[in-house]
């Protein structure tokens, strides 16, 4: 909404710059009409960058080149303004790009790959990616930089060069992982009863959170203290932590209803002879 409010206050100053140039200055008219464009383009955007996937990535894309081509086109009409030769501007400016495009070959990298990114659609803003360690959703992509945002609300913004290994977990159901431990003292055969019982209902109670019934794994392996089990569920990745938590929290709950003990870290003391 404060975006939206921006562009349309930039409009109006921009509409009304255009409005006295028309009657004094020629150049002041063009940069007018210009910004008024932008300002209105990303106001359309604005309202398709909300939504999830292409159409938002495309809109977010299209507002940042205009924002670019809307300064470059300002700076060639200031020149123009203090009377400058348009042909030789044009030539220095030309000049100027080669030696700052060996200059920053990143940048230049990041707005190329950001343009490839948008093209092939490997992923668009709404989408949960996950980039080295990090995984959280796209809420904004520009030609030069990406930024992604984890569950705890914290952002990475990565430029579009770096982005050369990820996943994208959207594109298919991801699992949600539970593994606790038992004391070697319970029987086996006993709590895959229970648990064959128990998890069918905990997918009927939850179906805001899991996409299918839980799953016993089996032993995953064998610890100091007890055996390690494992639990999984299918979700949606923008669930996938809270339906993790309540997988736990659902197998504390049928532990305790059934008498399964959860065993602790323990000291076995021998006394010598």
Known sequence: MKKQ?????????????AAAGYFKQYHLMQIGIIWAAFFAIALVTSLFSKKKGRAATIA??????????????????????????????????GVTALIVGFAAQSLIEDLITGIFIAAEGKFNIGDYIMIDDFRGKVVDMGLRTTTIEDAGGNKKIVNNSDIR????????????????????????????KVLAAEL???????????????????VEEFQDSGILIKVIAPVNEEKIFAARRELNRQLKLIFDRNGIEIPFPQVVVHGGK
Do not use: M, W
Not at 65 to 78: E, H
Not at 200 to 218: R, T
């Open 5 to 17: 409010v921006i562009y349309i206050v930039g409009f109006v100053l921009a509409a009304a710059l």
């Open 165 to 192: 290994n990820f996943q994208n977990r959207s594109q298919d159901q991801s699992i949600a992982v539970s593994t606790v431990a038992v004391t070697y003292g319970q029987k086996l055969e006993e709590l895959e």
């Open 60 to 93: 977010t894309l299209i507002r940042s080149i205009c924002g670019y081509a809307a300064a470059i086109a300002t700076v060639f009409f200031l020149f123009d303004f203090a009377g400058a030769d348009l042909t030789t501007t044009l030539a220095a400016v």
């Open 200 to 218: 069918p209902k905990v997918y009927a109670e939850h179906q805001e959170l899991f996409l299918g019934e839980p799953k016993y794994l089996g």
